[in-house]
């Protein structure tokens, strides 16, 4: 099976932001593809703050247009697309392909797993819902689970950690470093 990971960086959280920032890993954290876009509005200051990306960093960049045939085919040549907390991510990618009137169909057909309830469920036992639901930071996941936090809220750091973790929890047999 081969399975991508996948991480965005906005312009912000509303539905009107768009994607600035796309990494796609394979399941061992190596880069397949990572590229930032020059988008359509400023970057919402508090997300610029977050992930250290500047409007003055964005002026030269391809506009994610240009670049959607590429990003169309690994998602579209992927047996499963994972990203930490998903929802979010793929609403970013229906956002920014509905903003530069680029097709959506291929999105609905995606194979999505979402790291966050993986690690919720890994983390508490699955007939305890309200525990299973906990939303935790990637961070705090990886943490718990010993990996190394790196280049935090840049989306191919957020990649390679994904990447890690899901590894981690996989090869977790005794559940030990359950909470």
Same mark, same amino acid.
């Given at each position: ?23 796609? @890993? ?135 950690? @994904? ?17």
């Amino acid at each position: 099976m081969k399975r991508i990971f996948f991480d965005t960086e906005t312009t912000g959280l509303n539905a009107d932001d768009e994607i600035v920032e796309l990494a796609i @890993t394979d399941e061992l954290g190596n880069e397949i593809y990572c590229q930032r876009f020059k988008p359509s509005k400023k970057m919402n200051p508090k997300a610029s703050q977050l992930t250290g990306i500047t409007d003055d960093m964005l002026i030269d960049m391809p506009s994610f247009a240009s670049e959607f045939d590429k990003i169309k085919s690994i998602f579209t040549n992927a047996d499963q697309s994972i990203a930490y907390n998903i929802d979010f991510d793929v609403r970013l990618l229906l956002q920014t392909c509905e903003k530069y009137d680029i097709d959506t169909n291929w999105i609905s057909k995606i194979n999505k797993r979402c790291a966050m309830m993986m690690y919720s469920n890994y983390a508490y036992c699955w007939y305890n819902t309200v525990a299973a639901a906990k939303r935790y930071k990637l961070t705090d996941a990886c943490s718990k689970m010993s990996i190394k936090i790196q280049n935090a809220h840049s989306a191919v750091g957020d990649c390679i950690m @994904t990447a890690h973790l899901v590894r981690a929890m996989e090869s977790s047999n005794d559940g030990s470093q359950r909470n």
